[in-house]
């Protein structure tokens, strides 16, 4: 189960010439399926449908509104633009970005040492626990008074501070995405290690011996090595961001000013609290189709690992 | 960056003068994954110490000073939630949706991922590909029809309305990853099974069950830890007097938002059940995290 | 008694704002309801034979849901009837919606806003209080002048206003006050001077809970009402409200006066990151840290029934509030007020006798009683207020003299729309009002067409 990127992989064909000696077996595909396809189709597909219609109620006001005149959702107004679109695009980049790199450096270093499993399940643990004990961890880190938050204990040392951070529209996205890759590091990390592993020591012992350094080994052999299971980890965890919510409910609210907010928690606000219903459902949609392109690469990535047929 | 650029795998030591200077070559790699594990200890690590902590010294002094001989530990703010703050029956509820929640998608999943790997019928890559797809559809996307729909069917504000709910947007997770499991169980077994006479049913129930309990193992402990954690199904499907911890913590945010007492209690809670199942059975989690790391 | 209220004649000048904007003509079908004798409970004795049940809900936690908690017991107690309250601090509002749109409503229910209580109210999903046996005419005399009218959407009473709060408050400590020589401020000059003093003086002179921004809405409400007036106030919270007007940036500027890094507690982030309970921790809690909080009548039940009980035999020297002062001499005697309606989204029995039980003045007494309201029903004396303590009674008083009132202006707006958010914005970067101000007026007006138009 090292292989992350074919885990269960089989012949093409295997399944497809068994299927048919198997194949006066249809009523019972009926019925081993139909109450799992009944709900999805139910609950999943029919509302899904459902707010593609809703956000088309005024025609294509609704996503005019959303990309043109809510400065919540999108707002060139100032430099840099503002909005819970760009929130997320903040976090894509250093979230991400954030959950590779530590990650990466993480899995190498743990790779090394005799604790590795002590190291990754430390880092693991946050992957466990719900999105809101990690927002009270973190509101209690950040909190403004120095005699309770660490953080602004720490700055006190330094005659610095207190700072009120997630009071701060400058430093709000900042506080809440430290969070996140704190709580998705781990993720990256055991994924990453797994495939480390899964690298031949033969590759790396012929190019040491062809008198390749070791950071040549690093940079030309590991992390091309690691390519997939990096677009892997990536890949998940812009899906994870895309759903961003619970942190955001529960940390900011998405305050102050709305200056935290992400598209899944404006969605929320907008069809819950507010009543417009159909303003969210547009909201909704423009979330799926910005999960398309992930779609698109995770079937490829199934097809050519032969996952999928 | 260059000391963790040396080789992936070395190999072993030879001598205790050789281990000794390795130790030190390493140096900075421990160093830096010591800071790695207070990073990642330390915040969890002073909310469970504030949650034992009397209210007065929360509000005067830093959990820190605990380190300085500030010993003062008490257990009332674990009574306060749990009596005062409805934290039981909010226990009790998130028990009473998580737990169905996990067992009926496991067999439905099951169910499903059995005819998607050894069950011939029409259109079957394609169907398996569209649920596949349904993997992306994120739960806003049904927010608000499926309110609608639950009034209309009159089981809103219901468990049995939070379980489907569940249990649906479990489904194509668990097919994925159950299919994909199935399909490597030796094709000579089932065959042989079929040959002897055995019903479909009984192949699920007496071959492909017992030889896949952990792949069924790890999607279980997923969507328990899935259903367990949730906010936003919780927020808005589970009944009135049914709101599980997490939908209470942020009542208790929102009207305690410094009283640390009562939220590091509260907070620690919550975390408490998904800790037991991840030291027990970290294993099967990291397994399934492996095979499917799509959801 | 009855000059009591007579203030509340400048509300019905308010009531013609509120219902002149919607104007539109939903046929009104008061199915018969309770027919004659409406005053009277009508089967209230099967109530009380079958001990039937009803839920109410509300936001309120703490001191506020203890004294509403009362009313209810009361109501029960006579009634026969049992009422489960349900309390949703957070987010109140979402769960009140997701239980509406699953068909799964509260049977009665406080609103939270009277922009929700027009869309509840257009969607079909409240009961006439005609088919409850209220009648609009009957009850209208019980109340101050214009005070019904805030219930009613589209010539139809929906909602009762059930208790109110003085909004024209700002709460300081007489003791510390007396030990600066500090005189109660008249105009918002003196207001500066003071702040500026305690500055001098080493002390931190405000606490704001700018987490909560209806905090800010309620300070900008109240220096918009004194500053720009009256009739400014009601065109700016109507569908005709122009953001972008000098009055409004000239409001947010007088705020900031106060508001910023200087003047509060933690600076602009610190408020921002301070609930509405903290910020009255800030100043009143065990180990407070600042001087002066402006928030509404609510406070003082608050501070001394939650924050910090041993206020409770302070009241008048560790706690008080003065008027909220003149600005530029202007606005004496106005205040603004927040107040919270009630209606019934189904017609269960019960209902109907609590609907109605919720219109008499044992009601409101009940309720006054607990010390966090004022009650809207005249047949309140005001020995009630006086039987509570001083602070109660002086906002009895207060509220009672006022020369001109006017509703929670946030409230009226279309539900949705935040104010708050904008004025977070103005007070972090007050040279960003004037766009945040742009983005607000194109949310209101497109939420003031969504709300008149559906």
């Given at each position: 189960m090292t292989n992350v990127v074919a885990p269960v992989a089989v012949p093409r064909r295997q399944q497809g010439a068994f299927g048919r000696f198997v194949?006066?077996?249809?009523?019972?595909?009926?019925?081993?399926?139909?109450?799992?396809?009944?709900?999805?189709?139910?609950?999943?597909?029919?509302?899904?449908?459902?707010?593609?219609?809703?956000?088309?109620e005024n025609g294509i006001d609704n996503y005019v509104r959303l990309l043109t005149q809510d400065?919540?959702?999108?707002?060139?107004?100032?430099?840099?633009?503002?909005?819970?679109?760009?929130?997320?695009?903040?976090?894509?980049?250093?979230?991400?970005?954030?959950?590779?790199?530590?990650?990466?450096?993480?899995?190498?270093?743990?790779?090394?040492?005799?604790?590795?499993?002590?190291?990754?399940?430390?880092?693991?643990?946050?992957?466990?626990?719900?999105?809101?004990?990690?927002?009270?961890?973190?509101?209690?880190?950040?909190?403004?008074?120095?005699?309770?938050?660490?953080?602004?204990?720490?700055?006190?040392?330094?005659?610095?501070?207190?700072?009120?951070?997630?009071?701060?529209?400058?430093?709000?996205?900042?506080?809440?995405?430290?969070?996140?890759?704190?709580?998705?590091?781990g993720f990256a990390t055991v994924i990453l290690l797994a495939s480390l592993k899964g690298i031949s020591t033969e590759i790396i012992e012929a190019a040491r011996v062809d008198g390749a350094r070791e950071s040549q080994i690093f940079w030309r052999i590991i992390i091309p090595m690691l390519s997939l299971p990096i677009s892997v980890v990536a890949v998940t965890l812009i899906i994870n961001v895309i759903k961003l919510f619970d942190l955001i409910y529960v940390m900011t609210q998405g305050g102050p000013a709305n200056s935290s907010r992400t598209i899944a928690f404006s969605m929320y606000q907008e069809a819950l609290p507010s009543r417009n219903f159909d303003y969210g459902a547009a909201i909704a949609v423009m979330m799926l189709v910005i999960l398309l392109p992930v779609l698109i690469f995770n079937i490829r990535r199934f097809r050519s690992d032969r996952v999928i047929a | 960056m260059t000391a963790l650029a040396e080789p992936v795998i070395e190999p072993p030591a030879k001598t205790p003068a050789e281990k000794i200077l390795r130790f030190i070559r390493k140096t900075p790699i421990h160093i830096g994954l010591m800071a790695v594990a207070v990073f990642w200890l330390v915040?969890?690590?002073?909310?469970?110490?504030?949650?034992?902590?009397?209210?007065?010294?929360?509000?005067?002094?830093?959990?820190?000073?605990?380190?300085?001989?500030?010993?003062?530990?008490?257990?009332?703010?674990?009574?306060?939630?749990?009596?005062?703050?409805?934290?039981?029956?909010?226990?009790?509820?998130?028990?009473?949706?998580?737990?169905?929640?996990?067992?009926?998608?496991?067999?439905?999943?099951?169910?499903?991922?059995?005819?998607?790997?050894?069950?011939?019928?029409?259109?079957?890559?394609?169907?398996?590909?569209?649920?596949?797809?349904?993997?992306?559809?994120?739960?806003?996307?049904?927010?608000?029809?499926?309110?609608?729909?639950?009034?209309?069917?009159?089981?809103?504000?219901?468990?049995?309305?939070?379980?489907?709910?569940?249990?649906?947007?479990?489904?194509?997770?668990?097919?994925?990853?159950?299919?994909?499991?199935?399909?490597?169980?030796?094709?000579?077994?089932?065959?042989?099974?079929?040959?002897?006479?055995?019903?479909?049913?009984?192949?699920?129930?007496?071959?492909?069950?017992?030889?896949?309990?952990?792949?069924?193992?790890?999607?279980?402990?997923?969507?328990?830890?899935?259903?367990?954690?949730?906010?936003?199904?919780?927020?808005?499907?589970?009944?009135?007097?049914?709101?599980?911890?997490?939908?209470?913590?942020?009542?208790?945010?929102?009207?305690?938002?410094?009283?640390?007492?009562?939220?590091?209690?509260?907070?620690?809670?919550?975390?408490?059940?998904?800790?037991?199942?991840?030291?027990?059975?970290?294993?099967?989690?990291v397994q399934g995290l492996l095979a499917g790391s799509v959801k | 008694m009855i000059q009591r209220f007579r203030m509340f004649a400048p509300l019905a000048m308010l009531a013609i704002v509120l219902t002149a904007c919607p104007a539109s003509t939903t046929p009104s079908e008061s199915a018969g309801g309770g027919g004659g004798g409406s005053s009277t409970a009508p089967g209230s004795s099967d109530g009380a034979a079958a001990g039937g049940s009803i839920e109410v809900t509300s936001l309120w936690g703490g001191a506020e849901a203890d004294a509403f908690q009362a009313v209810l017991d009361a109501f029960s107690a006579e009634s026969g009837i049992e009422v489960t309250y349900t309390s949703q601090r957070q987010d109140y509002a979402t769960v009140l919606n997701n239980r509406l749109e699953q068909s799964d409503p509260p049977d009665v229910a406080i609103i939270p806003g009277i922009g929700f209580l027009r869309s509840f109210a257009r969607d079909d999903l409240l009961v006439p209080l005609s088919d409850l046996g209220i009648e609009r005419d009957a009850i209208e005399g019980n109340y101050p002048p214009g005070l019904v009218d805030i219930g009613v959407v589209d010539d139809e009473l929906y909602a009762l206003v059930v208790k109110l709060n003085s909004k024209a408050t700002v709460w300081y400590k007489p003791d510390s006050f007396d030990e600066q020589g500090f005189e109660v401020p008249a105009d918002f000059a003196d207001l500066i001077q003071i702040t500026e003093d305690y500055k001098a003086a080493g002390l931190t002179p405000w606490a704001v809970g700018a987490l909560d921004s209806w905090t800010l809405t309620d300070w900008f409400e109240i220096i918009y009402l004194h500053q720009a007036g009256e009739e400014a106030y009601d065109t700016l919270f109507s569908a005709d409200g122009n953001w972008s007007d000098q009055s409004v940036v000239d409001a947010?500027?007088?705020?900031?006066?106060?508001?910023?890094?200087?003047?509060?507690?933690?600076?602009?982030?610190?408020?921002?990151?301070?609930?509405?309970?903290?910020?009255?921790?800030?100043?009143?809690?065990?180990?407070?840290?600042?001087?002066?909080?402006?928030?509404?009548?609510?406070?003082?039940?608050?501070?001394?029934?939650?924050?910090?009980?041993?206020?409770?035999?302070?009241?008048?020297?560790?706690?008080?509030?003065?008027?909220?002062?003149?600005?530029?001499?202007?606005?004496?005697?106005?205040?603004?007020?927040?107040?919270?309606?009630?209606?019934?989204?189904?017609?269960?029995?019960?209902?109907?006798?609590?609907?109605?039980?919720?219109?008499?003045?044992?009601?409101?007494?009940?309720?006054?009683?607990?010390?966090?309201?004022?009650?809207?029903?005249k047949g309140v004396e005001s020995s009630v207020y006086e039987d509570v303590n001083v602070l109660a009674a002086k906002e009895a008083e207060q509220v009672a003299n006022a020369t001109a009132v006017r509703f929670d202006g946030s409230d009226l707006l279309p539900a949705g729309t935040d104010l708050g958010a904008v004025l977070q914005a103005a007070i972090q970067d007050p040279s960003s009002a004037g766009s945040a101000l742009e983005g607000f007026q194109s949310e209101v007006d497109a939420a003031w067409a969504d709300s008149t138009g559906g």
């Amino acid at each position: 189960m090292t292989n992350v990127v074919a885990p269960v992989a089989v012949p093409r064909r295997q399944q497809g010439a068994f299927g048919r000696f198997v194949s006066g077996w249809s009523i019972a595909a009926g019925l081993f399926l139909g109450p799992a396809l009944l709900l999805l189709l139910v609950f999943m597909v029919y509302p899904t449908v459902s707010t593609i219609v809703l956000s088309f109620e005024n025609g294509i006001d609704n996503y005019v509104r959303l990309l043109t005149q809510d400065p919540k959702f999108l707002s060139f107004s100032t430099f840099p633009p503002r909005g819970a679109l760009v929130n997320n695009v903040l976090w894509v980049i250093f979230y991400v970005g954030g959950c590779i790199f530590f990650g990466l450096l993480i899995a190498v270093m743990a790779s090394r040492v005799r604790y590795e499993s002590f190291i990754t399940a430390i880092v693991f643990l946050p992957q466990a626990i719900a999105a809101t004990a990690l927002g009270v961890i973190w509101r209690f880190v950040y909190f403004p008074n120095e005699n309770t938050g660490l953080l602004n204990a720490v700055l006190g040392i330094f005659n610095a501070g207190p700072i009120a951070w997630l009071g701060s529209v400058s430093w709000v996205n900042t506080g809440l995405i430290i969070a996140g890759v704190w709580g998705s590091v781990g993720f990256a990390t055991v994924i990453l290690l797994a495939s480390l592993k899964g690298i031949s020591t033969e590759i790396i012992e012929a190019a040491r011996v062809d008198g390749a350094r070791e950071s040549q080994i690093f940079w030309r052999i590991i992390i091309p090595m690691l390519s997939l299971p990096i677009s892997v980890v990536a890949v998940t965890l812009i899906i994870n961001v895309i759903k961003l919510f619970d942190l955001i409910y529960v940390m900011t609210q998405g305050g102050p000013a709305n200056s935290s907010r992400t598209i899944a928690f404006s969605m929320y606000q907008e069809a819950l609290p507010s009543r417009n219903f159909d303003y969210g459902a547009a909201i909704a949609v423009m979330m799926l189709v910005i999960l398309l392109p992930v779609l698109i690469f995770n079937i490829r990535r199934f097809r050519s690992d032969r996952v999928i047929a | 960056m260059t000391a963790l650029a040396e080789p992936v795998i070395e190999p072993p030591a030879k001598t205790p003068a050789e281990k000794i200077l390795r130790f030190i070559r390493k140096t900075p790699i421990h160093i830096g994954l010591m800071a790695v594990a207070v990073f990642w200890l330390v915040p969890t690590l002073g909310l469970l110490i504030t949650s034992f902590r009397p209210r007065s010294e929360i509000q005067s002094t830093g959990w820190w000073t605990v380190f300085t001989g500030n010993l003062q530990f008490t257990t009332q703010n674990y009574s306060d939630v749990i009596g005062a703050q409805n934290m039981l029956s909010a226990f009790i509820n998130s028990l009473s949706i998580t737990i169905p929640a996990t067992i009926i998608p496991l067999i439905l999943a099951s169910l499903a991922a059995f005819a998607f790997a050894w069950v011939s019928f029409p259109f079957r890559d394609t169907i398996f590909l569209i649920i596949v797809s349904l993997l992306m559809v994120p739960i806003q996307m049904v927010l608000i029809p499926l309110s609608r729909l639950f009034g209309d069917i009159g089981i809103g504000g219901s468990f049995l309305g939070i379980w489907i709910v569940h249990t649906t947007f479990a489904l194509p997770f668990g097919i994925f990853l159950l299919r994909n499991f199935f399909i490597t169980l030796p094709r000579d077994l089932i065959e042989a099974a079929r040959i002897d006479g055995a019903s479909s049913w009984n192949i699920f129930r007496r071959v492909v069950v017992p030889l896949s309990v952990p792949a069924i193992a790890s999607y279980g402990i997923f969507q328990f830890l899935w259903v367990w954690n949730d906010l936003l199904i919780a927020l808005v499907f589970a009944p009135r007097t049914g709101q599980p911890m997490t939908v209470q913590v942020t009542t208790l945010l929102g009207t305690y938002a410094s009283e640390w007492n009562l939220l590091a209690a509260a907070a620690f809670l919550i975390m408490v059940v998904p800790l037991i199942v991840f030291f027990s059975l970290q294993r099967y989690f990291v397994q399934g995290l492996l095979a499917g790391s799509v959801k | 008694m009855i000059q009591r209220f007579r203030m509340f004649a400048p509300l019905a000048m308010l009531a013609i704002v509120l219902t002149a904007c919607p104007a539109s003509t939903t046929p009104s079908e008061s199915a018969g309801g309770g027919g004659g004798g409406s005053s009277t409970a009508p089967g209230s004795s099967d109530g009380a034979a079958a001990g039937g049940s009803i839920e109410v809900t509300s936001l309120w936690g703490g001191a506020e849901a203890d004294a509403f908690q009362a009313v209810l017991d009361a109501f029960s107690a006579e009634s026969g009837i049992e009422v489960t309250y349900t309390s949703q601090r957070q987010d109140y509002a979402t769960v009140l919606n997701n239980r509406l749109e699953q068909s799964d409503p509260p049977d009665v229910a406080i609103i939270p806003g009277i922009g929700f209580l027009r869309s509840f109210a257009r969607d079909d999903l409240l009961v006439p209080l005609s088919d409850l046996g209220i009648e609009r005419d009957a009850i209208e005399g019980n109340y101050p002048p214009g005070l019904v009218d805030i219930g009613v959407v589209d010539d139809e009473l929906y909602a009762l206003v059930v208790k109110l709060n003085s909004k024209a408050t700002v709460w300081y400590k007489p003791d510390s006050f007396d030990e600066q020589g500090f005189e109660v401020p008249a105009d918002f000059a003196d207001l500066i001077q003071i702040t500026e003093d305690y500055k001098a003086a080493g002390l931190t002179p405000w606490a704001v809970g700018a987490l909560d921004s209806w905090t800010l809405t309620d300070w900008f409400e109240i220096i918009y009402l004194h500053q720009a007036g009256e009739e400014a106030y009601d065109t700016l919270f109507s569908a005709d409200g122009n953001w972008s007007d000098q009055s409004v940036v000239d409001a947010i500027d007088t705020m900031t006066q106060i508001i910023n890094n200087d003047n509060v507690a933690g600076g602009i982030d610190g408020a921002l990151a301070t609930g509405f309970v903290d910020g009255i921790g800030l100043v009143f809690g065990e180990n407070a840290s600042a001087e002066m909080y402006y928030e509404g009548g609510f406070v003082g039940g608050i501070a001394a029934g939650d924050v910090n009980p041993a206020l409770a035999d302070q009241l008048g020297t560790g706690i008080d509030f003065f008027d909220f002062p003149t600005v530029d001499g202007n606005g004496a005697g106005a205040i603004t007020i927040g107040g919270d309606v009630i209606a019934a989204f189904t017609d269960n029995p019960g209902v109907a006798e609590f609907m109605q039980y919720m219109t008499t003045p044992e009601a409101g007494a009940t309720w006054a009683a607990g010390g966090t309201i004022i009650s809207p029903l005249k047949g309140v004396e005001s020995s009630v207020y006086e039987d509570v303590n001083v602070l109660a009674a002086k906002e009895a008083e207060q509220v009672a003299n006022a020369t001109a009132v006017r509703f929670d202006g946030s409230d009226l707006l279309p539900a949705g729309t935040d104010l708050g958010a904008v004025l977070q914005a103005a007070i972090q970067d007050p040279s960003s009002a004037g766009s945040a101000l742009e983005g607000f007026q194109s949310e209101v007006d497109a939420a003031w067409a969504d709300s008149t138009g559906g």
